[in-house]
């Protein structure tokens, strides 16, 4: 469970999150959509403990990302826009060591762990690979296969579907939609197809505020007929 | 801190997945076993079996060559976006920053360690004093230490890896000139001697001096490692700001 309460985040003048709400709860796969530098990755930098809010609190599974930063961090799983990794690193050896960071120590363990995730991301073609050497695609995945290593119950992803082909991103979505059962799950995405695809529940942050959140089809019902793109640019008012 | 052993391994063997640790450690020895055997070394012309003649221009060599190494310890992460990866997983600042210095430093004195073949020539050629070179090893893996919780400390506070190598040789440059003769007895000049004598305290090469003769003071020991606890201190405070 996942709960956002008046976030703010300033940078000198510029209010780039002003006053976020929104709880989230296992089963939901909550969307975030949004123009370009409208609050989302900032948003989600916050609730992962990456940056620090300027006001309000996140907290995760009731635990307060300002006070237990940690404590936070081992129950999230978390894939940065351009799902960075260390590159001079093979995949295996990465998702080796942050098995280690999230506690599977045991070599057994550790190897039935990279193991699973290596399947459930179809990454076990490219495991001795140097992540510097493989293709977007690839390295979006590699980022999804450490979110995932622990078996979090909580998923923050941010664009996880970001330059993979159109099958890549229909096995990724399936993916998201089967472990989103037993997980909170939210991700950020600029395409509007995803909304109806996955997830349960949309919210559209524009300016650093929140100018919808429902269920896809409430947002559909606010102008029937109407493509998502079009309600999408109304409410973050691009006309403007 | 129980995370620091992974972080540690990762950033160990991370400088051998590239060139940049064979670079490294290859250049370190030739030059320094270069300068010994040089002009300005006289290991031949000294006539003693010590290692004095190499070990001299540690602190110096160190100034350069230990930023190279502590300048991409943040900095590359940075750049590379992996520092968002790191404070989002389950591991406080304090760790990372002890298991990336610690890498470096276990990285610098294997280096160091890897002249051992000059300790060698020197017990062929004669008959050293090994408590000496036992000394003076130690002196020279602590204040490695000290120079790079330096250097990691500027590539905490940049981006930029030129600009985090340019801020360490100049902080490292100014503990080591603080310690000249030539400069203190100018400050002597114009200073009460106490004062002067305190600053000169500061010096890298004022505490190394006493282990090249084979004392291991207190004294030495605890500047270089309170100097690393300074540093890394900033360190974990810089990354949190």
């Not at chain 1, 159109?166 to 939609?177: A, H, Y």
């Not at chain 1, 100018?211 to 029937?224: G, I, N, S």
């Not at chain 2, 404070?87 to 280096?111: D, Q, S």
Request: proline share 5%; with cysteine.
């Amino acid at each position: 469970m996942i709960a956002v309460q008046g976030l703010v985040k300033t940078y000198g003048a510029n209010r780039a999150v002003d006053g976020i709400s929104f709880t989230v709860n296992r089963g939901e796969i909550l969307g975030f959509l949004g123009p370009n530098g409208a609050g989302k990755s900032t948003t989600m930098k916050m609730i992962t403990g990456f940056i620090r809010p300027t006001a309000g609190s996140a907290t995760v599974g009731g635990i307060d990302v300002t006070v237990d930063p940690v404590g936070v961090k081992r129950q999230l799983g978390y894939l940065p826009e351009s799902a960075p990794a260390y590159p001079e690193m093979t995949v295996e050896e990465f998702l080796g060591f942050i098995a280690e960071i999230r506690g599977f120590r045991a070599v057994v363990e550790k190897r039935a762990r990279v193991e699973h995730v290596l399947g459930l991301t179809q990454l076990a073609s490219v495991r001795a690979q140097t992540i510097e050497t493989l293709s977007k695609g690839y390295k979006q995945r590699v980022g999804f296969a450490q979110a995932l290593i622990h078996n979090p119950p909580a998923l923050v992803l941010d664009e996880p579907t970001d330059g993979l082909d159109p099958n890549q991103k229909n096995e990724v979505r399936i993916l998201i939609r089967n472990m989103a059962v037993e997980k909170v799950v939210i991700l950020s995405t600029h395409i509007l197809e995803e909304v109806d695809a996955i997830c349960t529940r949309v919210i559209i942050i524009a300016r650093g505020r929140i100018v919808a959140d429902e269920t896809p089809a409430a947002l559909r019902a606010r102008q029937p007929g109407a493509r998502l793109d079009e309600i999408f640019r109304t409410l973050t008012g691009a006309d403007a | 801190m129980s995370q620091v052993p992974p972080l540690f391994k990762r950033e160990f063997l991370g400088y051998f997945r590239s060139p940049v640790a064979y670079v490294f450690l290859i250049s370190f020895l030739v030059i320094s076993v270069s300068l010994a055997f040089s002009r300005y070394g006289n290991f031949f012309r000294a006539g003693t079996a010590g290692l004095e003649t190499y070990f001299l221009f540690f602190p110096w060599l160190f100034m350069f060559i230990v930023p190279a190494v502590g300048m991409r310890l943040w900095s590359e992460e940075k750049r590379s976006g992996t520092v968002e990866l790191l404070f989002t997983l389950p591991v406080t600042t304090l760790e990372a920053v002890l298991g990336k210095f610690l890498a470096g430093w276990a990285f610098l004195t294997l280096a160091i360690l890897l002249s051992f073949p000059m300790a060698l020539t020197v017990a062929f050629l004669g008959d050293p004093d090994w408590g000496v070179m036992a000394a003076t090893y130690f002196g020279a893996i602590l204040m490695a230490g000290a120079y790079l919780g330096v250097c990691a400390l500027t590539s905490a506070l940049t981006k930029n890896q030129v600009v985090s190598f340019v801020l360490s040789l100049a902080a490292c440059s100014a503990l080591v000139f603080l310690g000249l003769s030539s400069f203190t007895t100018t400050l002597e000049s114009f200073l009460p001697v106490g004062v002067a004598d305190l600053v000169s305290n500061f010096s890298f090469i004022t505490h190394f001096d006493a282990f090249t003769k084979g004392i291991v003071d207190p004294k030495d020991v605890i500047f270089f490692l309170s100097l690393i606890g300074f540093t890394l201190f900033l360190n974990v405070v810089a990354l949190e700001r």
